[in-house]
């Protein structure tokens, strides 16, 4: 009876263990952020859903903006536009850490920054996090390792995401963007920073 209960045990404990460690590699975790301080615009599912005269309305309103002057858009695109100062493409780590899709530090309108992935896709794994790594193009641990500040957890493998910068970072400081394993020091995807 005890080695029923022992076997039970062990069967459930790797089960677990097997499932923290494998559903990562085919489970997608999807993020779809707009970059702050840019206006957003309804889908075509939500223009269809809105009554016929606020869907006039609506294209009004685009046909207006459409018409301003190429001027006076540079100027209130100056003013009330993020910034990009620096940007990359994700690359593949390896054969098995792979990456891709566009990463990009921004200055919002409030004078903040964001870390921002667009078309971003990565190989799935335990305890991702994003750093901003002093190396400007990461082939190894030790390439991250020589000096990095984590910027948060990483919140989908897929999609477009923004991350916050802390105030007392200096960009050009940083040559890269990665995605890194905490849980086992590996690299998943670097995206070597150019800046602006």
Same mark, same amino acid.
């Given at each position: 009876?005890?080695?029923?209960?022992?076997?039970?045990?062990?069967?459930?404990? #790797?089960?677990?263990?097997?499932?923290?460690?494998?559903?990562?590699?085919?489970?997608?975790?999807?993020?779809?952020?707009?970059?702050?301080?840019?206006?957003? !615009?309804?889908?075509?599912?939500?223009?269809?859903?809105?009554?016929?005269? /606020?869907?006039?309305?609506?294209? %009004? /309103?685009? !046909?207006?903006?459409?018409?301003?002057?190429?001027?006076?858009?540079?100027?209130? !695109?100056? !003013?009330?536009?993020?910034?990009?100062?620096?940007?990359?493409?994700?690359?593949?780590?390896?054969?098995?850490? %792979?990456?891709?899709?566009?990463?990009? $530090?921004?200055?919002?309108?409030?004078?903040?920054?964001?870390? %921002?992935?667009?078309?971003?896709?990565?190989?799935?794994?335990?305890?991702?996090?994003?750093?901003?790594? %002093?190396?400007?193009?990461?082939?190894?641990?030790?390439? #991250?390792?020589?000096?990095?500040?984590? $910027?948060?957890?990483?919140?989908?493998?897929?999609?477009?995401?923004?991350?916050?910068?802390?105030?007392?970072?200096?960009?050009?400081?940083?040559?890269?963007?990665?995605?890194?394993?905490?849980?086992?020091?590996?690299?998943?995807?670097?995206?070597?920073?150019?800046?602006?």
């Amino acid at each position: 009876m005890s080695k029923v209960i022992v076997a039970a045990v062990v069967v459930i404990v #790797v089960a677990a263990v097997g499932w923290f460690f494998l559903s990562p590699l085919f489970i997608d975790e999807v993020v779809d952020e707009p970059l702050a301080g840019l206006p957003t !615009m309804p889908g075509r599912a939500e223009v269809m859903a809105m009554p016929e005269a /606020e869907r006039e309305r609506l294209r %009004r /309103e685009l !046909m207006a903006a459409a018409a301003t002057t190429t001027a006076e858009v540079d100027e209130a !695109m100056d !003013m009330d536009s993020p910034v990009q100062l620096a940007g990359g493409t994700f690359v593949d780590a390896d054969a098995i850490h %792979r990456g891709s899709g566009d990463a990009a $530090i921004y200055r919002l309108p409030d004078g903040t920054h964001v870390v %921002r992935f667009e078309n971003f896709e990565v190989t799935n794994g335990p305890a991702l996090v994003v750093l901003l790594a %002093r190396h400007p193009d990461p082939k190894s641990a030790n390439d #991250v390792k020589e000096g990095y500040v984590k $910027i948060g957890k990483l919140k989908g493998n897929v999609g477009n995401q923004n991350y916050a910068l802390p105030a007392e970072i200096d960009i050009t400081s940083f040559g890269s963007v990665v995605i890194w394993c905490e849980l086992f020091d590996v690299l998943f995807s670097p995206a070597a920073l150019q800046l602006y």
